[in-house]
Each structure stands twice: as C-alpha cells, then as structure tokens.
C-alpha cells in the first residue's frame, strides 16, 4: 500500500449484512459452530477514520485492485514473542467480494510474514459475521478461540472468534 491509496481504501463500500450468529461449541477435536438465524442487521466499517490513525496500526499493508480501482485492504502486525503474524483488517468492497481479492491478500500477507519468520497466522472476526467465518475457514483457516467479552455494542452484543494457520513455506 501506498499513500495515495489511503484514499481510495477509504472508498471501499465495508458493508456486511449480519443475518446469522455462530453457535460456538467446544469439542475434544477442536471449536466447531452453526449459523443460527438472528434479527439481520448491516454493519459498516469506518476505513476514512483508520487511515487517518497515526503511527499506523499495523506493520505492513496490502491492497487489491482491479482496473486501478483499490477493491481491498488487509493489514498486518508481527508479533515477534511467539512468531505469529496477526491479520488486523481484511476488507473487500461489496461489490467485488468472492472474486479472490481477499485470498490474494492474504497471500501476500502470509508472505511477508514467513519473511519475518512468522509460524502463524492469526485474526479475529465477530460471530455475527459467519460470512467471513466460512470463508476464512476455506483458506485453511480454523477457529482457535473465542472471547465473548471482547465486543458490547448493541444491540447484537457479540462474541470475538479467533481464527489461526500456520505459514505454509511455499519451495
């Protein structure tokens, strides 16, 4: 990413119609969740107020575009004391979703963390976005934990769930 594409990041349309929770249930193989119904609503992501934030909230950064226009923004922080990349934004324009970008960036992401000797990569999404959920968990993605006191913002009070892969050292 560039500075001239903070304002065309700032552009991307975030918005995500939330219309089911992730039932989380702790099992001896692992995290599993169903999607149950709930009350739909619309969550949009302020990205003109992040890239406005100063020093930048993450290490490095990455954007999708297609035909010059910035469709995506991903961004990371490397955490040296356990070798692990975190993934602190993941946005794909509405309009553009489930065409790649995201995997894309994340690949990138994921390159530049093995290139900071990264072991693992790692993120966090709501449990009211099951959307994201599945698709992370069809990037090899798979819930690692959860934290139901991370978030309390009415009037879908949500649970913070953990998502984790190790870097794959491509030859």
């Keep these: 990413m560039r500075g001239p594409d903070r304002d065309r990041v700032a552009r991307i349309d975030t918005c995500v119609e939330c219309s089911s929770r992730a039932l989380l249930a702790v099992q001896q193989d692992g995290i599993h969740w169903t999607a149950q119904p709930i009350k739909a609503f619309t969550k949009t992501y302020d990205l003109a107020r992040l890239m406005t934030e100063r020093p930048d909230p993450w290490d490095h950064a990455v954007v999708a575009a297609t035909d010059g226009q910035v469709v995506g923004f991903a961004s990371s922080v490397y955490r040296a004391w356990n070798r692990r990349a975190d993934i602190r934004h993941v946005f794909v324009d509405q309009a553009f979703r489930r065409r790649g970008a995201a995997r894309a960036m994340l690949a990138a992401l994921e390159a530049w963390a093995i290139a900071t000797d990264a072991r693992q990569l ?50």
């Design 122 to 171: 790692w993120l966090e999404t709501q449990d009211t976005n099951c959307t994201a959920i599945a698709a992370y968990e069809r990037l090899g993605f798979s819930i690692v934990g959860f934290d139901r006191s991370l978030y309390e913002n009415p009037p879908a009070v949500e649970t913070g769930v953990f998502l984790g892969r190790p870097c794959t050292r491509r030859a």
